[in-house]
């Protein structure tokens, strides 16, 4: 029966394992949304025609933003390029500005709107239900695994549902993780104009009010 029991830990702690790698990776996919990397991003995807070839702009100069996610600092490589690379962020929006000799080009970055920060805030939604889907699936495989081992014999039923429960135990957790990891992004980016969608958030939310404000619950 020991063999049993050494068995039935190795199915609750590896789905416990890939649980929490599939919540750092959300975690960390989480980390330039919003930031002064995703403005950044916008402007790898500009491209530049020279010489009558389409160059990317991060192929040019590098892409900087010392001064805050608003406010873009680009370096030209070739001053030559300056000119052409003005003209084509002019053409995309922007309001690029440059001294005389200087290889740098700034861009001030207008702030986004209502509208933008909802686009953004939904696509961390999407990234929370991904990732909620992923740990549901290994909860659901795992089970799966653990009938089998039943029917095989290979585990009595009463270590079996010793696993599924801290299975389940752990699946929860990890859910509560990534909709309070996903919570927390979105307050950071909607700011104001966060509110909580449904009542687990609220719960969420107040837990993370009553933290902030030193409250301990019994």
Known sequence: MAGRGKEEEGYSVEAQENMGVAIEEFKESLIPI??????KNVFATI????KGVRRRLVDLGNVDAPEGPLKIQLM???KEHIPLIIEQLKEEGFKPRTDAGSQYVKVDVPPPTRLQL?????????RTKSCIGKINKIRSNTVIRITKA??????????AGIANKKIEKNFIKYETDAIKAGMLKKIDILGKWFSPEN???KNLMAQ???KKAGIVED
């Open 34 to 39: 919003g930031s002064e990397e995703a403005n």
């Open 208 to 210: 993370i009010n009553k």
């Open 199 to 201: 009542e687990r958030e």
């Open 118 to 126: 909802m686009d953004v805030a939904s696509d961390v939604d999407r």
């Open 76 to 78: 030209i490589f070739n």
């Open 47 to 50: 491209k530049i025609m020279v």
């Open 150 to 159: 039943v029917e095989n014999e290979f585990i009595d039923p009463r270590t």
